[in-house]
């Protein structure tokens, strides 16, 4: 298995440093560079010794995936873009997790919301298409927005979407506060593309792993080797420690995953 970090593209260095195998680049980050930065990002990334696999943090505030101020052109316009970008550093992988283009009024119409989610990945997925990517929808836990919050829904949107670049990516993060076990993922598994997963501190915040995690994290493993799964893990934790604890990160993470 390969074992990656979430991080803005700035941080290359210190993921590499870090001793990572690849790295997820933040989508909102990458779509707010300047075009000189970007760039010197490329030439970074062409010449260092880590691929960047992923898009994580797809978006910021813009473009709303659902509720008041869904736009299907600005839908298109954001692809385009961050996606051209994404294919530049040789990105494969979309993510869209990305809680505040999600949040809904809590008198929003659920069916409406639905369609509205289902046309932006459409949207985001006929874009990608046309450089070999594929799109992934998060489901996120109830604490960070209310749209597609349980792996059933993003479960049911991508099949009912049924298109070949349109998949899951799995955060144990975000499972965690809505399921009562985190190791039966058989029924999603062939959807799924890519995870995630990070510590989980106070107020559903997310530290870098520690030792404590280690006996989830072997857990974790030994439930996805058994199910069959193989690809790749990235650690999406707070970045403000990714210099000091980064590398003892991914160290707990390899240790775990040998040991499962």
């Known amino acids: 298995m390969k074992f990656g970090c979430c991080a803005p593209i700035g941080l290359y260095d210190k993921v ?7 790295m997820d680049v933040n989508g909102a980050d990458l779509y707010a560079l300047s075009d000189g930065e970007y760039e010197e990002m490329v030439k970074k990334v062409t010449d260092g010794p880590i691929p960047c696999l992923a898009l994580s943090g797809y978006a910021k505030d813009e473009p709303k995936m659902a509720g008041d101020g869904f736009d299907p052109d600005e839908v298109r316009k954001y692809a385009k873009k961050v996606l051209l970008r994404a294919a530049g550093l040789g990105v494969k992988l979309i993510g869209i997790g990305s809680p505040a283009i999600r949040r809904l009024p809590e008198d929003y119409d659920r069916k409406k919301a639905w369609e509205q989610g289902k046309q932006f990945l459409e949207i985001t997925a006929d874009v990608a298409e046309s450089y070999g990517m594929i799109v992934m929808l998060e489901s996120l836990h109830k604490y960070l927005c209310n749209f597609c919050n349980t792996l059933d829904e993003a479960y049911d949107m991508v099949r009912e979407i049924n298109r070949p670049n349109v998949k899951l990516v799995i955060d144990y993060y975000n499972i965690k506060p809505m399921t009562d076990d985190i190791y039966d993922l058989r029924k999603y598994l062939p959807e799924t593309v890519h995870l995630h997963t990070s510590g989980m501190g106070e107020n559903y915040s997310r530290p870098q792993l520690k030792e404590k995690d280690y006996d989830e994290l072997k857990a ?14 990235s650690n999406e934790s707070d970045n403000s420690k990714l ?4 590398a003892r990160a991914v160290e707990i993470m390899r240790r775990a995953y040998k040991d499962a």
């Open 220 to 233: 974790i493993f030994r439930s996805l080797r058994d199910m069959g799964y193989d690809g790749a893990m």
């Open 243 to 246: 210099e000091t604890e980064g």
């Open 16 to 22: 590499v440093q870090a001793g990572y195998d690849y």
